[in-house]
C-alpha cells in the first residue's frame, strides 16, 4: 500500500471515531450531567525500511472530556438533586464505586434511592441509602444529607478529583476511577434542581457537516490518488514500440 493511502486511511479512521462522539454529544444534549466529548488525535511517524523519509500519520488518542458545568434547571423533584461546583456523586455501578454528575433519582422496590439506570446512590460510608416507607417528605441539604419527618436516613456520596479527565466514561452517565477522590470542599448539593447536559447544539451540528464534508473530500483524494496509480501502471505495462 502507497504512503497516500496509509495516510488517507488514518485520517478516515480518525474522522470515524470525531463523527461517533459528536453522535453521542448530540444524542445525549438534554441527558443530565452529561458532559461533552472531544476526540484528541496525535501524530505518528511510520519508519520505513530502505531509509525512505519517514510517513506522517494521525492516530487516534482517546478523549477529552468537557469539565464546564451544565445549566441549572428547576425542578421541584424530592429526589433531584444538582451539584454546585467540580464534585461527582458515588454510586454502586457495575464495576464498583463509580461516578456520575446526573442526579435525577428515584427509588427501587425496596426504597432504596438509585439513579436513572437503576444503580444504588452510595452514601458516605459507600452503602445504600434508604427512605422510610412512611415518610411523607424528603429533605436533601447542601451537603447531601437526606433526612424526613423522622431525622436523618444518610448522605450522599460526593467526591472530588485533583484531575477529572482521570476518570474513565463507562456508560449510563458513569465514570470509573482508580482514585477514590476526596470529600467535597467546593461542592454543594441542590434538592430539586438538576444539572442539564453542556452540550452546544448547533455547534455539534457544524461540526458533525464538517466532518462529513471532510470525510468526502478525503474519499475523493484516495480515489483520484488509486487513478492515477493505475494509470501509471496500465502505461508502465505496455510493450514498447
Not at 70 to 75: L, Y
Not at 118 to 147: F, M, Q
Request: net charge negative; proline share 5%; no cysteine.
Amino acid at each position: 500500500m502507497e504512503n497516500g493511502a496509509y495516510i488517507g486511511l488514518s485520517r478516515q479512521m480518525v474522522l470515524r471515531t470525531g463523527m461517533d462522539l459528536v453522535a453521542n454529544n448530540i444524542a445525549n444534549a438534554s441527558t443530565p450531567g452529561y458532559r461533552t466529548q472531544t476526540p484528541l488525535f496525535a501524530e505518528h511517524l511510520a519508519d520505513p525500511k530502505g531509509g525512505r523519509e519517514a510517513i506522517s500519520m494521525v492516530t487516534d488518542y482517546g478523549q477529552f472530556d468537557s469539565t464546564k458545568e451544565g445549566p441549572m434547571r428547576m425542578t421541584g423533584g424530592e429526589l433531584d438533586v444538582a451539584l454546585n461546583g467540580p464534585g461527582f456523586f458515588g454510586v454502586n455501578g457495575p464495576e464498583g464505586l463509580q461516578y456520575t454528575r446526573a442526579g435525577n433519582f428515584t427509588m427501587n422496590n425496596e426504597r432504596e434511592l438509585i439513579t436513572a439506570s437503576g444503580y444504588l446512590v452510595a452514601d458516605t460510608g459507600g452503602g445504600a441509602i434508604n427512605i422510610p416507607e412512611d415518610a411523607k417528605e424528603i429533605k436533601i441539604d447542601r451537603e447531601g444529607r437526606v433526612s424526613t419527618e423522622q431525622g436523618e436516613v444518610g448522605q450522599i456520596m460526593v467526591r472530588e478529583f485533583t484531575n477529572p479527565q482521570m476518570l474513565s466514561p463507562s456508560g449510563s452517565g458513569l465514570y470509573a476511577s482508580a482514585d477514590e477522590g476526596i470529600p467535597p470542599e467546593n461542592t454543594q448539593v441542590f434538592q430539586g434542581q438538576l444539572e442539564g447536559s453542556n452540550v452546544q447544539p448547533v455547534f455539534e451540528m457544524t461540526r458533525m457537516i464538517e466532518i462529513s464534508r471532510e470525510y468526502q473530500a478525503l474519499q475523493r483524494f484516495m480515489q483520484s490518488d488509486h487513478d492515477l496509480q493505475r494509470t501509471a501502471i496500465q502505461r508502465l505495462g505496455r510493450p514498447a514500440g
